[in-house]
């Protein structure tokens, strides 16, 4: 499919003019609006469709373009109300491009009374920046998150998906340091396991935390699961980096399993799929912002924990 103009100026793929996003792409002749096509397609008429739609089209661009969600808007036949207020409720997508690198503060209670506020005003001051501004040379986004889920470990700094404890501001400038350098060559040495996360459906936004069944310590994620005719709960670690479950029904592995709320009963399923195994991913909305994805086979450790746009494989 080639995007091409029509005699009134229009573009034939998204018919917005002259701010079609094809016309705008900032790398050059990149067909935007034949993408976001693809992408809407993709996911049209699905459970989950439009938060799916909108993960990719993030996760490729980096942010939501607004030509992209009107044309989000048209081709799924949903209002553009509707799309803006599932863009603007979570607060994993953004609206406005950002940085290099991700930098979020925790502002929780317990991060609160830690000093939280008192480190992401130093962020700001080395930075030359405010909350929810990124710096002029597109380095860094700084933000500020309800909660982590981590409370223990407070104040917490996360920057690309990688936790930083009991932060001080005389670690501020080795911490953005260490970010310049590029994280992923720095070995961190931490216990994923420490992190606790919060979750709700991302249909109806219940909460799927059951604390009457804990697990690990922790109140476990209840969700309802299919598989070979039958229908059960399973529960989940509420650890981030831990793979114990319990379920009503034993379950083979192997077994590709259909996730549902057990609040509103709609089906969970995204549209990206895992890395390790293929199967479909299943999102679920973090408190505090941000989502995670499970895989949906049985005995894979494939998932996702994506704050605010930082993709923690």
Request: glycine letters at 10%; one cysteine or more; proline letters at 5%.
């Amino acid at each position: 499919m080639t995007s091409v103009q029509d005699t009134s100026g229009l573009c034939s793929t998204c018919n917005f003019a002259p701010n079609c996003v094809y016309r705008q792409g900032r790398e050059g002749p990149v067909q935007y609006c034949e993408m976001f096509a693809e992408i809407i397609e993709q996911h049209t008429g699905t459970q989950g469709g439009l938060i799916a739609t909108l993960e990719e089209i993030q996760a490729r661009y980096g942010y939501l373009h607004p030509e992209a969600l009107k044309m989000v808007a048209e081709k799924s036949g949903r209002s553009l109300v509707d799309v803006y207020g599932v863009a603007t409720f979570y607060r994993a997508f953004s609206l406005k491009p950002r940085g290099k690198h991700l930098v979020s503060v925790c502002l929780g209670t317990a991060c609160h009374v830690r000093g939280g506020p008192t480190i992401a005003r130093e962020l700001e001051r080395q930075l030359g920046i405010s909350a929810g501004q990124t710096t002029p040379d597109n380095e860094f986004t700084l933000e500020t998150v309800n909660c982590l889920g981590a409370c223990a470990l407070g104040p917490i700094v996360v920057i690309d998906g990688h936790y930083f404890s009991k932060v001080k501001t005389t670690m501020v400038g080795e911490i953005l340091d260490r970010a310049r350098s590029g994280l992923d060559k720095i070995e961190i040495i931490t216990d994923q396991r420490i992190f606790p996360i919060e979750v709700s459906c991302a249909r109806c936004n219940h909460s799927l935390m059951d604390p009457r069944h804990p697990i690990d310590g922790h109140p476990a994620i209840r969700v309802t699961v299919a598989f070979e005719q039958k229908h059960g709960w399973l529960a989940l670690s509420s650890l981030y980096g831990s793979y114990n479950t319990a379920s009503e029904y034993e379950i083979p592995p192997d077994t590709d399993l259909q996730f549902f709320c057990p609040h509103c009963h709609a089906e969970l399923i995204g549209g990206a799929s895992c890395t390790e195994c293929g199967a479909p991913m299943i999102p679920m909305i973090v408190r505090g912002g941000g989502i995670v994805q499970i895989c949906s086979r049985r005995g894979c450790k494939g998932h996702m924990l994506d704050l605010s746009g930082a993709l923690v494989l």
